[in-house]
Protein backbone atom coordinates (compact mmCIF):
# COMPACT_ATOMS: atom_id res chain seq x y z
CA UNK A 1 0.00 0.00 0.00
CA UNK A 2 2.67 2.50 1.06
CA UNK A 3 4.63 1.49 -2.47
CA UNK A 4 0.82 2.35 -4.23
CA UNK A 5 1.22 5.97 -2.37
CA UNK A 6 4.27 6.93 -3.59
CA UNK A 7 3.56 5.90 -6.65
CA UNK A 8 0.22 7.56 -7.03
CA UNK A 9 2.12 10.60 -5.04
CA UNK A 10 4.59 11.04 -7.56
CA UNK A 11 2.06 10.75 -10.80
CA UNK A 12 0.38 13.60 -9.49
CA UNK A 13 3.88 15.96 -8.94
CA UNK A 14 5.02 15.06 -12.64
CA UNK A 15 7.41 12.30 -11.71
CA UNK A 16 5.20 9.55 -11.71
CA UNK A 17 6.82 5.15 -12.12
CA UNK A 18 6.07 3.31 -15.08
CA UNK A 19 4.53 -0.21 -14.30
CA UNK A 20 7.61 -1.81 -13.89
CA UNK A 21 9.35 0.40 -11.49
CA UNK A 22 11.40 2.31 -13.33
CA UNK A 23 11.13 6.44 -14.76
CA UNK A 24 8.04 7.10 -16.51
CA UNK A 25 9.69 9.08 -19.15
CA UNK A 26 8.60 10.85 -22.53
CA UNK A 27 6.02 12.72 -21.81
CA UNK A 28 4.69 14.88 -24.73
CA UNK A 29 2.09 18.23 -24.20
CA UNK A 30 1.26 17.29 -27.84
CA UNK A 31 -2.54 15.93 -26.81
CA UNK A 32 -2.19 13.67 -30.77
CA UNK A 33 1.32 12.14 -29.82
CA UNK A 34 -0.06 8.68 -29.64
CA UNK A 35 2.77 6.91 -31.37
CA UNK A 36 4.94 4.71 -28.87
CA UNK A 37 4.77 1.33 -26.26
CA UNK A 38 2.48 1.84 -24.25
CA UNK A 39 1.54 -0.71 -21.27
CA UNK A 40 -1.50 -1.61 -19.35
CA UNK A 41 -0.58 -2.56 -15.53
CA UNK A 42 -2.26 -3.61 -12.24
CA UNK A 43 -3.78 -0.65 -11.61
CA UNK A 44 -5.25 0.12 -15.47
CA UNK A 45 -8.62 -1.47 -15.91
CA UNK A 46 -12.26 -0.09 -15.33
CA UNK A 47 -14.54 -2.89 -16.61
CA UNK A 48 -18.26 -3.23 -15.52
CA UNK A 49 -20.28 -6.03 -16.14
CA UNK A 50 -21.92 -6.42 -19.41
CA UNK A 51 -25.96 -6.19 -19.15
CA UNK A 52 -26.58 -9.25 -21.82
CA UNK A 53 -30.05 -9.89 -23.75
CA UNK A 54 -32.15 -12.80 -22.41
CA UNK A 55 -31.33 -14.29 -25.40
CA UNK A 56 -27.77 -14.78 -24.12
CA UNK A 57 -27.85 -17.92 -22.97
CA UNK A 58 -25.45 -19.55 -20.56
CA UNK A 59 -25.55 -22.35 -23.36
CA UNK A 60 -24.43 -20.21 -25.93
CA UNK A 61 -21.76 -18.16 -23.86
CA UNK A 62 -20.37 -21.37 -23.23
CA UNK A 63 -19.83 -22.45 -26.93
CA UNK A 64 -18.11 -19.00 -27.36
CA UNK A 65 -15.81 -20.01 -24.70
CA UNK A 66 -14.74 -23.50 -26.23
CA UNK A 67 -14.24 -22.04 -29.25
CA UNK A 68 -11.95 -19.35 -27.96
CA UNK A 69 -9.62 -22.22 -26.71
CA UNK A 70 -9.51 -23.29 -29.91
CA UNK A 71 -8.39 -20.83 -31.70
CA UNK A 72 -5.43 -20.16 -28.39
CA UNK A 73 -4.93 -24.00 -29.10
CA UNK A 74 -4.36 -23.54 -32.76
CA UNK A 75 -2.03 -20.63 -32.86
CA UNK A 76 -4.78 -18.69 -34.47
CA UNK A 77 -4.47 -14.65 -34.71
CA UNK A 78 -7.29 -13.44 -31.92
CA UNK A 79 -7.74 -10.03 -33.25
CA UNK A 80 -9.88 -7.51 -31.12
CA UNK A 81 -10.11 -7.10 -27.98
CA UNK A 82 -7.01 -9.36 -27.59
CA UNK A 83 -4.61 -6.73 -29.22
CA UNK A 84 -5.75 -4.02 -26.95
CA UNK A 85 -4.78 -6.45 -23.89
CA UNK A 86 -2.54 -9.00 -24.77
CA UNK A 87 0.13 -8.65 -21.85
CA UNK A 88 2.54 -7.24 -23.39
CA UNK A 89 3.16 -3.23 -24.15
CA UNK A 90 1.13 -2.51 -27.23
CA UNK A 91 3.24 -0.42 -30.19
CA UNK A 92 1.09 2.58 -31.52
CA UNK A 93 2.25 4.35 -34.87
CA UNK A 94 0.01 7.29 -36.18
CA UNK A 95 0.63 9.05 -39.70
CA UNK A 96 -1.54 11.23 -41.76
CA UNK A 97 -3.50 8.22 -43.42
CA UNK A 98 -3.64 5.44 -40.47
CA UNK A 99 -2.67 4.50 -36.99
CA UNK A 100 -1.61 1.31 -36.66
CA UNK A 101 -1.28 -0.68 -33.30
CA UNK A 102 0.77 -3.88 -32.95
CA UNK A 103 2.16 -6.22 -30.45
CA UNK A 104 4.05 -9.53 -29.95
CA UNK A 105 1.57 -11.73 -29.94
CA UNK A 106 -0.60 -14.09 -32.37
CA UNK A 107 -2.76 -11.29 -33.99
CA UNK A 108 -2.72 -9.10 -36.67
CA UNK A 109 -1.68 -5.22 -36.57
CA UNK A 110 -4.71 -3.18 -36.05
CA UNK A 111 -5.12 -0.82 -39.02
CA UNK A 112 -6.92 2.34 -38.20
CA UNK A 113 -7.69 4.68 -41.46
CA UNK A 114 -7.76 8.10 -41.21
CA UNK A 115 -8.41 8.61 -45.13
CA UNK A 116 -11.78 7.52 -45.89
CA UNK A 117 -15.05 8.89 -43.29
CA UNK A 118 -17.38 5.51 -44.02
CA UNK A 119 -16.79 1.94 -43.53
CA UNK A 120 -16.13 -0.35 -46.84
CA UNK A 121 -19.80 -2.17 -48.24
CA UNK A 122 -20.16 -5.11 -46.33
CA UNK A 123 -20.77 -6.85 -50.13
CA UNK A 124 -17.03 -6.18 -50.65
CA UNK A 125 -15.83 -6.44 -47.07
CA UNK A 126 -14.53 -9.66 -45.69
CA UNK A 127 -15.22 -9.79 -41.85
CA UNK A 128 -11.99 -10.31 -39.89
CA UNK A 129 -10.98 -10.58 -36.79
CA UNK A 130 -9.95 -7.31 -36.26
CA UNK A 131 -12.33 -5.42 -38.31
CA UNK A 132 -12.73 -2.50 -40.38
CA UNK A 133 -11.40 0.88 -38.43
CA UNK A 134 -12.36 4.48 -39.55
CA UNK A 135 -11.35 7.17 -37.16
CA UNK A 136 -11.20 10.73 -36.81
CA UNK A 137 -10.17 13.80 -34.33
CA UNK A 138 -12.50 15.73 -32.03
CA UNK A 139 -10.83 18.16 -30.82
CA UNK A 140 -8.40 16.60 -28.22
CA UNK A 141 -10.08 12.54 -28.89
CA UNK A 142 -9.08 10.32 -31.69
CA UNK A 143 -12.49 8.58 -32.13
CA UNK A 144 -12.47 5.38 -33.94
CA UNK A 145 -15.35 3.29 -35.14
CA UNK A 146 -15.70 -0.36 -35.93
CA UNK A 147 -17.45 -2.94 -37.64
CA UNK A 148 -16.92 -5.84 -39.88
CA UNK A 149 -15.99 -8.76 -36.93
CA UNK A 150 -15.88 -11.88 -37.83
CA UNK A 151 -18.43 -13.43 -36.06
CA UNK A 152 -16.14 -16.95 -35.33
CA UNK A 153 -12.33 -16.54 -35.59
CA UNK A 154 -9.99 -15.08 -33.11
CA UNK A 155 -10.79 -14.18 -29.71
CA UNK A 156 -14.58 -13.20 -29.65
CA UNK A 157 -15.17 -12.70 -25.73
CA UNK A 158 -15.35 -8.99 -24.59
CA UNK A 159 -14.35 -7.68 -21.46
CA UNK A 160 -17.03 -7.56 -18.85
CA UNK A 161 -19.43 -10.00 -20.62
CA UNK A 162 -20.96 -10.38 -24.28
CA UNK A 163 -19.18 -11.40 -27.30
CA UNK A 164 -18.56 -10.13 -30.94
CA UNK A 165 -21.18 -11.14 -33.87
CA UNK A 166 -21.38 -10.07 -37.09
CA UNK A 167 -23.49 -7.03 -35.88
CA UNK A 168 -21.09 -5.81 -33.19
CA UNK A 169 -20.16 -2.28 -33.55
CA UNK A 170 -17.02 -0.80 -31.63
CA UNK A 171 -16.71 2.57 -30.65
CA UNK A 172 -13.05 3.88 -29.42
CA UNK A 173 -12.35 7.04 -27.92
CA UNK A 174 -8.03 7.65 -27.52
CA UNK A 175 -6.98 10.59 -25.15
CA UNK A 176 -3.40 11.61 -23.61
CA UNK A 177 -3.64 12.81 -19.72
CA UNK A 178 -1.16 13.62 -17.19
CA UNK A 179 0.78 15.48 -19.83
CA UNK A 180 0.91 12.27 -22.49
CA UNK A 181 1.88 10.28 -19.67
CA UNK A 182 -1.34 8.18 -19.92
CA UNK A 183 -3.47 6.74 -22.45
CA UNK A 184 -6.66 6.43 -21.58
CA UNK A 185 -8.97 4.60 -24.32
CA UNK A 186 -12.68 4.41 -24.10
CA UNK A 187 -14.27 0.92 -25.37
CA UNK A 188 -18.21 0.95 -26.48
CA UNK A 189 -19.66 -2.43 -27.47
CA UNK A 190 -23.02 -2.34 -28.94
CA UNK A 191 -24.85 -5.60 -30.61
CA UNK A 192 -28.63 -5.80 -31.05
CA UNK A 193 -27.83 -9.45 -31.01
CA UNK A 194 -25.19 -9.32 -27.26
CA UNK A 195 -26.48 -6.38 -25.63
CA UNK A 196 -29.12 -4.93 -24.03
CA UNK A 197 -27.81 -1.57 -23.33
CA UNK A 198 -24.08 -0.25 -24.51
CA UNK A 199 -21.65 -1.87 -22.70
CA UNK A 200 -18.45 0.58 -21.64
CA UNK A 201 -15.17 0.35 -19.97
CA UNK A 202 -11.73 2.14 -20.46
CA UNK A 203 -7.86 1.13 -19.91
CA UNK A 204 -5.41 3.63 -18.72
CA UNK A 205 -2.18 2.76 -20.34
CA UNK A 206 1.55 3.74 -19.21
CA UNK A 207 3.90 5.43 -21.57
CA UNK A 208 6.74 3.46 -22.02
CA UNK A 209 10.37 4.90 -21.83
CA UNK A 210 11.32 5.98 -25.45
CA UNK A 211 14.61 3.94 -25.36
CA UNK A 212 12.11 1.05 -24.39
CA UNK A 213 12.28 -2.33 -26.89
CA UNK A 214 10.08 -5.47 -26.89
CA UNK A 215 11.47 -9.03 -26.47
CA UNK A 216 10.73 -11.29 -29.33
CA UNK A 217 7.58 -12.61 -29.65
CA UNK A 218 7.07 -16.28 -27.62
CA UNK A 219 6.48 -18.87 -30.24
CA UNK A 220 3.21 -20.72 -30.48
CA UNK A 221 3.59 -24.36 -31.36
CA UNK A 222 0.26 -25.96 -32.02
CA UNK A 223 1.72 -29.40 -32.38
CA UNK A 224 3.41 -29.08 -28.51
CA UNK A 225 1.95 -31.77 -27.43
CA UNK A 226 2.82 -31.05 -23.67
CA UNK A 227 1.25 -27.36 -24.53
CA UNK A 228 -1.50 -29.09 -25.85
CA UNK A 229 -2.61 -31.05 -23.04
CA UNK A 230 -1.28 -27.97 -20.27
CA UNK A 231 -4.66 -26.46 -22.44
CA UNK A 232 -6.74 -29.67 -22.08
CA UNK A 233 -7.07 -30.75 -25.58
CA UNK A 234 -6.21 -34.30 -26.64
CA UNK A 235 -2.30 -34.45 -27.81
CA UNK A 236 -1.36 -35.83 -30.71
CA UNK A 237 0.59 -38.76 -29.11
CA UNK A 238 -2.38 -39.97 -27.80
CA UNK A 239 -4.93 -39.62 -29.88
CA UNK A 240 -6.49 -42.36 -31.71
CA UNK A 241 -6.79 -42.44 -35.50
CA UNK A 242 -10.24 -42.39 -35.11
CA UNK A 243 -10.51 -39.07 -33.44
CA UNK A 244 -8.67 -37.30 -36.15
CA UNK A 245 -10.58 -36.07 -38.91
CA UNK A 246 -11.12 -37.71 -41.95
CA UNK A 247 -9.50 -40.41 -40.52
CA UNK A 248 -10.32 -44.67 -41.41
Same mark, same amino acid.
Given at each position: ????????????????? %?????????????? +??? &?????? &???????????????????????????????????????????????????? /????????????????? $?????? $? &????????? =?????? =??? %?????????????????? $???????????????? +???? /?? /????? %??????????????????????????? $??????????????? /???????????????????????????
Amino acid at each position: MIILAVTVLTLKTGSAQ %GPFGGPMMNTSSDP +HDL &SGFWAL &SIDSRQVSPAVLLPTVTKAAIEQHEKADQKAIRWCNLLGMPYIMDPGVPIDI /QLGKREMVIFAEVPASP $RHIYFD $R &STHIDPQIF =DPTTNG =DSI %GHWDGNTLVVDTIGFHPE $RGITAIPGGGFKTATT +HLVE /QY /QLIEN %GALLSVKFTWTDPKVYKTPHSYEFHYY $RMPSNYEPPPGLPCN /QYDDLRTQFLGFTPAAVRKASDVPGAR
